[in-house]
């Protein structure tokens, strides 16, 4: 046993308080959907496949361009270098840097050797750094930067007592060989760390079910194929980079990483579209806005090769969703939803012009292999299944619910429960915290949060996080934060 996973055994599921009765109407109002895929392969054993099979394009960034073959073999010679490093099945390292085609080799080079992949975002601030490496219990900070580290992941590495191991020294190496070190579909395979009320941020586990079946729920709904290309262009702290990074690596297609520079920019974003063929993209409703008024701005319609704009990360406007339908109708607008606990995304909604009539836009339904449930808490503080219509807090079952949060047991415990309806995969329910109500037409639908946790910008943030780092400061007694939405003034 790992310490990753002695620290995740220690933290006994809670029970939800439900009556029989209410769980036979649980189960009778609940969203699921099964698909058969297969869950016991590692992405870099498909890479390595789809390489044997004839050679193709697999992912590229601004400086460079590699094959599956090619992206193969440098996810074995980085793991080689790892291996000879100290790092061991089960294991937790850290990948520090700007987003590129190392990273998404250092992620596979992970799965070879059956390790926990955590981001250290190049643009955090040193002490997030080193309290992401300290929490995760980071054996080393593997850097992918060709030049000098930057100074943050440096100070916070230093901090944490993590050493820096260089992704240029792989190059030297001799391939790994052998098996991805695949235990079973319930390892962990990454952290990501969330927001945390308390000022700690939380370490989120996601197992390999978990993420598999997410990268499938994509390819299933977008009708993915060889052709797709992805763009990359999420932070490496947010779960959408995991999916982008590896998703077209199952079937045979092609990630395209975007830098940081060209992401912000949106008529250099939407060149980058246009000139590497990019099929889909996934952006907050807020760069979606902003892609639109620059295009606008540059005289109208573009993005001709697109196939598909996901939504995510924070509430979709209906106003932005006309826009895309008018504006853009060659591509198809998806909305987006899911927590970071459940392997990102647990419902996708197609939206269509009839959408629009409403207030706010359907979540949807449930990616494949997931259960929604709807329940809400009565005085008696028991749990009763709500009917279509009505509004209660949404719970997650299914291949996607993570393992917990490493090394935090009580919010484990206030957010992940033995699940009271049957067999399901991992025997976990995740409260996400969401007020929501099943429309007439069979979809979810976002209400709010039921607690203090916010979005902004697409972030998920805790305003006691907020305030708690406000009173570290020695000059100040007290504090209290609350969102103000300055727009509705102007």
Not at 18 to 40: N, W
């Amino acid at each position: 046993m790992t310490i990753l996973d002695g620290l995740l055994a220690q933290t006994a599921l809670s029970e939800l308080a439900i009556s029989g009765e209410e769980v036979e109407r649980a189960r009778k109002f609940a969203m699921s959907r099964v698909h058969e895929v297969d869950l016991s392969d590692a992405v870099i054993t498909r890479v390595e496949r789809i390489a044997a099979a004839g050679d193709r394009p697999a992912v590229r960034d601004e400086t460079r361009a590699l094959s599956y073959a090619e992206l193969a073999d440098e996810a074995r010679r980085i793991a080689a270098l790892l291996e000879r490093e100290g790092v061991l099945p089960g294991t937790v390292v850290a990948v520090g840097g700007v987003r590129s085609v190392t990273v998404i080799a250092a992620f596979l080079a992970l799965e070879l050797l059956g390790a926990v992949y955590v981001p250290a975002d190049a643009n955090w601030p040193a002490r997030r750094v080193a309290g992401v490496l300290e929490q995760a219990g980071a054996v080393l900070l593997f850097n992918t930067d060709p030049g000098e580290v930057t100074p943050e992941l440096v100070e916070g590495a230093a901090e944490a007592g993590v050493p820096i191991v260089r992704a240029r020294e792989a190059a030297g190496c001799p391939r790994w060989e052998g098996e991805a070190r695949l235990e079973g579909i319930d390892q962990p395979r990454y952290m990501l760390f969330t927001s945390g009320s308390t000022g700690k941020p939380k370490g989120a586990v996601v197992e390999h079910q978990g993420m598999v079946n997410h990268l499938y729920a994509k390819i299933v709904d977008l009708e993915m194929d060889d052709r797709d290309v992805v763009a990359q262009t999420a932070p490496l702290g947010f779960d959408i980079s995991i999916w982008q990074m590896l998703c077209p690596l199952v079937n045979g297609g092609q990630v395209h990483v975007i830098s940081d520079e060209v992401s912000y920019d949106s008529v250099a974003f939407a060149d980058a579209i246009d000139g590497q063929r990019i099929t889909i993209v996934e952006l907050v409703p807020t760069m979606v806005r902003l892609l639109l008024d620059d295009l606008a701005a540059q005289g109208g319609a573009r993005l001709s090769g697109l196939r598909w704009m996901l939504a995510t990360g924070e509430e979709l406007p209906t106003e932005v969703a006309r826009r895309w339908l008018l504006e853009m109708p060659q591509a198809g607008l998806v909305n987006a939803y899911g927590p970071t606990e459940c392997s990102d995304d647990v419902t996708h909604h197609i939206v269509t012009l009839g959408d629009l009539e409403l207030l706010r836009l359907p979540i949807g339904t449930p990616v494949i292999n997931t259960d929604l449930y709807v329940l809400r808490k009565e005085g008696d503080d028991h749990w009763y299944a709500c009917e279509p219509g009505e509004t209660g807090e949404l719970f997650v079952g299914g291949h996607g619910v993570g393992r917990g949060y490493l090394g935090d047991h009580d919010r484990t415990r206030d957010a992940f429960f033995r699940s009271p309806f049957g067999p399901s995969p991992t025997g976990r329910l995740y409260r996400t915290g969401d007020a929501v109500k099943v429309l007439p037409q069979g979809a979810l639908q976002y209400l709010g949060r039921v607690d203090r946790q916010v979005k902004i910008a697409g972030v998920r943030m805790e305003l006691g996080e907020i305030e708690a780092v406000l009173q570290r400061h020695p000059s100040v007694g007290a504090a209290a934060v609350v969102v103000h939405d300055f727009a509705t003034d102007l």
